[in-house]
């Protein structure tokens, strides 16, 4: 256990489908990241967020939209995804500024598009 | 172009042998490294790193040699054990650019038979 929380732990959708993932850190952390692991790839950090703010954006489309109402809680909210967009979805959070050396994961969610 | 090489996809080493998983990087300005082990159906944890102003950083089991000059850094799990088995994801940073950003290798999966 890591202290970061993600629901649903699988999720299927097609490509028209509305859906939300959910991520929890119970650790106090002030910033929270979205991670996207494709197949064969390394992991690609997508949102970052920090203090509720988002700090960074790595050029991902617009379908995928990332939500932090607070510092314990993130969301991605997806919408017509396309079927490349089929990957492991990792929630990290860590503390401190730039905090980059350390993360805590979640276990992911792992999205099939049809 | 990738900044952050993991060679080696797969490795098998037996019981209480030393493991040995190397990782290279061609980004001059990468100056702290991690390294996370990953468990099937679980998000990566932390578990070692190392600062470019070493040149070695143990923990147990675990040491990180970090060669700058070669930009190369290398895990070494002596004895080895079989909970070992895990994928391990070598990643860097580059502290100075003000980012959040972690950038990882593709991962190098280890078993170790009893």
């Given amino acids: ?114 | 172009d990738q900044q952050v090489k993991q060679n080696s996809p797969s490795l098998s080493v037996q019981e209480g042998r030393i493991s040995i998983l190397n990782c290279d990087y061609t980004n001059s300005m990468f100056d702290y490294f991690l390294w996370y082990k990953k468990y099937p159906a679980e998000g990566p944890t932390f578990l070692i790193s190392i600062s470019s102003i070493k040149d070695k950083n143990e923990d147990g089991r675990f040491t990180v040699f970090l060669n700058k000059s070669a930009k190369h850094l290398s895990l070494h799990i002596v004895p080895s054990q079989p909970g070992d088995s895990a994928v391990y994801f070598c990643a860097a940073r580059d502290s100075g650019a003000g980012s959040y950003q972690l950038t990882f290798g593709k991962g190098t999966k280890l078993s170790v038979i009893p």
């Fill in chain 1, 1 to 114: 256990e890591t202290g970061v929380t993600q629901t649903p732990r699988h999720l299927v959708m097609g490509m028209t489908n509305k859906k939300s993932l959910k991520c929890e850190q119970h650790l106090g952390h002030n910033a929270m990241y979205w991670y996207k692991q494709s197949a064969k790839k390394p992991l690609e950090l997508m949102f970052v967020y920090s203090l509720e703010e988002r700090v960074e954006n790595n050029s991902v489309p617009s379908r995928f939209s990332p939500e932090c109402p607070n510092s314990s809680h993130l969301f991605l909210h997806l919408h017509t995804l396309q079927p490349e967009d089929s990957a492991l979805y990792l929630c990290a959070s860590s503390q401190g500024d730039r905090g980059g050396e350390k993360l805590f994961f979640g276990s992911g969610t792992q999205l099939s598009v049809l």
